[in-house]
């Protein structure tokens, strides 16, 4: 084992380094965040639009059985004249969703709403391909786009539409709030993963003038900006952030509001979040392999160009934590030089990765939960788990990353939605390709030897520092693996598997 000491210690170093430069961007982030909230910024708008223009609200759904009514009437109850107001149900439903939608639309037209039901019998380029069909036959100026899960709230149009009084801005991006915050643990934790894109990330981009992308939802654009850009593409799993990063290259600005909140669920469930999870990681290293080149060779200012390799790149980070995760256990074995020339040389390496690693993502999240008047020890109470739940995605969030870098397609799976209701039967729009090996065996294998090696751990003086974050490793692997396994292997699917709100029940 000692002959492999060297090149292990130069993996070792390289994953770590990774890490570190990743969690350096994080603390960038916070930073810049901070120092943006002490300036006025670019939030307010100048004048106001008059008359008011054109709007096409678009409602892309498939099989949204359970909140299609909540959602089309939302959109029909938003404050804006109702001469200028189209709304559009872009509906690819195969199930009873599309009689419920079309009667919903129907009902809601009688009252004098001007509503379009827009029924495609294929899934062609998928939301991309809804959004464009509905383009064909838009009234509106400008397009706001709501997904399914999304209540938007009565004002939403009168706060962001004024914005457009700067002929550059070419979009406005509303921020997400939960309406399921508190349900589950895995609720709480997925919605403080949001607010650290949302608070932080979106907020620490637009106010220091770095590119950022449009979320797929609670926004507005600019139907000329849209066209300007080439239009909705659908190559990527991620067409919202395909979209955004062209419209910025042909010079388009935008503008995130974070004071204007728009509301949505969170996937209740294990199942459902690890597929919204790959989706969003595939598509950004789609979008990544796509455009940085070009963006790395255009007329951008170096720093816009640095955060768009950060943004785009960040799902590489999971896959880096599971090769380091995968050196845990020969780490073991294996006698490092750096054990003998100098202890304190190998306490220190471990000092630096964790400020720059864990405390990173932990500053993160914590200063977007301060950020919204959150209680501090409710959230740190929870920061165990979402570092726990952190790892326990890296497998699904890897496996997202090496398909998108090998070319490998995948359909667009829609995150499903259950408005509050307790699921009991499998939703075949979700229902995973079978595998050779079943969804949850490897992260319940992980689990099981980051199990061993606490064990390991603690018998060995000179590793029980680590027990803490194996401890963590264990128990997000397993709290990931368990249920997405049962949803695997039970005839009722992934109905009823979220994890409870009690840490101590988890």
């Known amino acids: ?155 939403i149009l009168h706060d962001t539409i004024h914005h457009f009084t700067v002929p550059a801005i070419g979009m406005v991006q509303a921020r997400w709030s939960h309406l399921n915050r508190d349900d589950s643990l895995l609720t709480q934790v997925q919605a403080m993963y949001l607010d650290g894109h949302f608070v932080i990330e979106q907020a620490a981009r637009s106010r220091n003038g770095r590119w950022f992308n449009f979320n797929g939802t609670a926004g507005v654009w600019r139907r000329t900006t849209i066209e300007d850009a080439g239009g909705w593409h659908h190559d990527t799993l991620t067409e919202d952030t395909d979209l955004s990063y062209r419209a910025q290259l042909r010079g388009w600005k935008f503008r995130y509001l974070p004071d204007v909140c728009c509301p949505a669920e969170v996937p209740p469930t294990v199942s459902a979040f690890l597929s919204q999870q790959h989706r969003w990681n595939k598509g950004l290293i789609q979008t990544a392999i796509k455009l940085l080149p070009t963006i790395l060779r255009s007329d951008a200012s170096i720093r816009t160009k640095i955060e768009a390799w950060f943004h785009l790149t960040s799902p590489l980070v999971h896959l880096f934590i599971l090769l380091l995760v995968l050196l845990v256990l020969p780490a073991m074995f294996v006698t490092l030089p750096l054990r003998h020339a100098s202890p304190w040389m190998s306490i220190g390496l471990g000092v630096l990765f964790l400020i720059l690693g864990a405390l990173a993502a932990c500053t993160f999240y914590l200063a977007s939960q301060r950020a919204q008047g959150l209680g501090m020890w409710k959230t740190l109470l929870r920061l165990p788990a979402l570092m726990a739940i952190g790892v326990g995605i890296s497998v699904v969030n890897s496996r997202a990353v090496v398909e998108a870098i090998f070319g490998r397609q995948s359909p667009f799976v829609r995150t499903p939605k259950y408005n509050g209701d307790t699921v009991s039967e499998i939703d075949p729009v979700v229902k995973r390709q079978r595998r050779l090996i079943p969804n949850g065996a490897l992260e319940i294998a992980l689990g099981l030897l980051m199990t061993a090696c606490v064990v390991m751990s603690v018998l060995r003086p000179h590793t029980i520092v680590a027990t803490p974050f194996l401890i963590l490793f264990a128990a997000g692997y397993l709290a990931i693996g368990i249920p997405a396994l049962r949803a695997t292997l039970t005839k009722h699917g992934h109905g009823v598997e979220s994890i409870p709100a009690n840490p101590a029940a988890a």
């Open 1 to 155: 084992m000692q002959s492999l000491a060297l090149p292990f210690l130069i993996y070792y170093l390289s994953v770590v380094a990774v890490v570190c430069v990743y969690g350096l961007h994080r603390y960038w982030m916070v930073w810049a965040f901070l120092r943006s909230r002490r300036t006025k910024g670019p939030e307010s708008h100048a004048a106001v639009m008059e008359p008011l223009p054109r709007v096409t609200v678009q409602l892309p759904m498939f099989n949204e059985r359970r909140v299609a009514e909540r959602i089309i009437e939302a959109a029909c109850a938003i404050d804006y004249p109702r001469d200028r107001l189209q709304i559009q149900v872009l509906d690819d439903s195969t199930d009873e969703s599309a009689t419920i939608a079309e009667a919903c639309c129907a009902s809601l037209r009688e009252a004098g709403n001007n509503v379009e039901y827009v029924h495609r019998h294929n899934r062609e380029g998928f939301k991309a391909g809804a959004l464009a069909r509905g383009l064909e036959t838009a009234t509106g100026d400008f397009i706001a786009v709501f997904d399914a899960d999304f209540v938007p709230p009565a004002g």
